[in-house]
């Protein structure tokens, strides 16, 4: 074989194996979506930031109002095939069979009410009572 071949060959083994699993129906950031103030939010899901932030259940990336709606969503890592890194989260609406992208990036926790999606529109590593009041949020309509 000549070197050129080779080089080729060599390209499309590196490019496969970083490929990542793009099973999903819609990206969160392409959705319908809103800016709101705290205030803005309905009062339920102003609760759970709320707790978030006391630290009760800090360690979640999802969360929800509505216990029922734990059982109508999954959420789950999707990594790269080269390496232990997360490419991004899926979250499936298992009832109406919709897996949507959430960017590694995006700032959590995530918390589904009524079909929407609420997410902080900045990280940060304290979440203190006084700061869950003065962030924004984005509320993502779901299909």
Known sequence: MNMKKICYIVLALIITSCAVDYDYDYKIKGLGHKEMAYEELPQNVRMVFLA??????????????????????NLEE?????????????LTDI???????IDYSL????????????????????YSD??????????????
Do not use: H, M
């Open 95 to 101: 009832n109406k069979k919709i897996k949507y992208r």
């Open 52 to 73: 978030a932030s006391i630290g009760k259940t800090k360690k979640d990336r999802l969360l929800f109002v509505d216990s029922k709606d734990s059982s109508a969503y």
């Open 130 to 143: 006084g700061k869950i009041k003065q962030l924004k949020y984005i509320e993502y309509t779901l299909k």
């Open 78 to 90: 999707v990594r790269t095939n080269n390496g232990p890194w997360i490419a991004y989260f899926k």
């Open 107 to 126: 700032p959590f926790p995530y918390i589904i009410c009524n079909n929407r999606l609420y997410v902080p529109n900045k990280a940060d590593i304290f």
